[in-house]
């Protein structure tokens, strides 16, 4: 198994990480490109529940969005490796604010579920994929620097600071506003934010479609073949079991007690404690295996997760969302760090959107469930999702474990190359 023995003189802070030459020209706008994928669910699950009365009907429709943005997703970022980035971006952010003010009228209009489905799986479908290109980005950037474990760490607290603000920001509008005012100023972010970012083209990814490397043509296959990488995909179906499950609960039980506008806020104190470990995590010289940290810090999400249906009250609520928050910032930088050493960086795109989409995926199948047995059951049932889905998903990461060893020597990804990943040369 893999060791990653580290020192501060060998894994630098955030601080070198920051002065990367170029990392700004793709940071900025890719935080204001990302910032409404964490507005889109609760969103939805708003305007919905707001129109039907229902959480089911409400969770159905937010599973749908997530189920195609989990299906097309890997699609997309294979693409992106192939054409580039913009390629990909650009029509899908038109597309995707295009799918959600259909989405909006159609629910204002008090549409049949159906039709909110079909409007659904094109504004799924369409979500750009900024955080794996972002990832990708930083591959490129640093060229297998040893800043890449702390790139990884970086990148997982942006993504839960903007969990932090997009909840927060998307209940305020949807409840002070108009119930359709989180969706549709989403997909106005989204449009913005997603141009914004493909008219970087400096730090954008090689373009490895159609071209020869050396003496040999690049043929390249799913990412999805690494066996490490489908095992990854099962640890993350299960973090998303406990973001869908939480919102849905929490938006739940914050009604139930006359108080809805905590929603928001009982959510933000999730977000941040996940957001505050990542910050932890990636200024820590970690000397265990990434294998083995994985395991054990997942083991401590589904600990802090099964005591979540058993909280009656704001306080412990919050403390323990708090805590299901801290673990899993660990889990999700040591997956994202994983896919380093097990996929070779043309395919580096598609792998973290395998990883993005299964979080959606699993974060689908929680709305839905928990929508359903908060509506059958109430009293917090919805919050037994998250920890069914923690569970299962250890299980399967402990018996698995050894697929998440690196190997060089694999050829799985890119034929005809040889063993070694291309790296761009300035």
């Not at 659904?120 to 990832?135: E, H, K, L, N």
Request: with cysteine; aromatic share 6%; hydrophobic share 50%.
């Amino acid at each position: 198994m893999a060791s990653t023995v580290t020192s501060k003189s060998s894994r630098p802070g955030y601080g070198q990480l920051l002065r990367t030459r170029g990392a700004w020209t793709f940071l900025l706008p890719g935080f204001a490109a990302r910032q409404p994928f964490a507005m889109l669910t609760i969103s939805i699950v708003l305007l919905v529940q707001h129109t039907t009365g229902s959480y089911g009907a409400a969770g159905a429709a937010a599973a749908v969005t997530g189920v195609s943005m989990a299906l097309f997703a890997p699609y997309g970022g294979r693409l992106a490796d192939r054409y580039g980035q913009r390629a990909v971006l650009v029509p899908g952010v038109l597309v995707h604010a295009v799918s959600c003010l259909a989405l909006t009228a159609l629910a204002l209009g008090r549409a049949p579920l159906w039709a909110l489905f079909a409007a659904a799986v094109p504004t799924g479908a369409s979500v750009p994929q900024i955080g794996p290109m972002v990832r990708a980005r930083w591959g490129v950037t640093l060229k297998g620097s040893p800043l890449m474990t702390t790139a990884a760490a970086f990148e997982s607290v942006t993504d839960e600071l903007t969990f932090v603000v997009g909840p927060l920001l998307a209940t305020a509008l949807c409840t002070a506003v108009d119930p359709a005012a989180g969706l549709v100023t989403e997909a106005a972010l989204t449009l913005l934010g997603g141009l914004l970012f493909a008219a970087q083209r400096s730090t954008q990814p090689p373009v490895t479609g159609g071209k020869d490397e050396g003496h040999a043509r690049v043929e390249h296959a799913s990412a999805l073949r690494v066996p490490g990488v489908r095992v990854l995909i099962v640890a993350f179906l299960g973090i998303g079991s406990v973001f869908g499950g939480m919102q849905v609960s929490l938006a739940a039980f914050t009604e139930s007690i006359g108080a809805p506008g905590l929603n928001g806020v009982l959510y933000g104190v999730f977000a941040a404690g996940n957001m505050l470990s990542g910050i932890v995590c990636g200024a820590v010289a970690w000397k265990a295996a990434p294998q083995r940290r994985l395991v054990v810090g997942y083991a401590a999400l589904a600990l802090t997760a099964s005591g979540l249906w058993a909280a009656h009250s704001v306080p412990v609520l919050a403390g323990l969302g708090l805590l299901v928050g801290m673990c899993i910032a660990p889990a999700l930088i040591t997956g994202y760090t994983l896919v380093e050493s097990l996929v070779p960086a043309g395919a580096r795109t598609e792998a973290f959107t395998w990883l993005t989409g299964a979080v959606a995926l699993g974060q689908a199948a929680a709305v839905t469930v928990s929508g359903q047995l908060e509506d059958r059951f109430r009293d917090g049932a919805g919050f037994l999702v998250p920890m069914g889905g923690t569970v299962l998903a250890l299980a399967t990461l402990v018996a698995l474990r050894s697929r998440l060893a690196a190997r060089p020597h694999s050829r799985t990804v890119a034929r005809g190359v040889g063993h070694r990943a291309p790296l761009p040369v300035d």
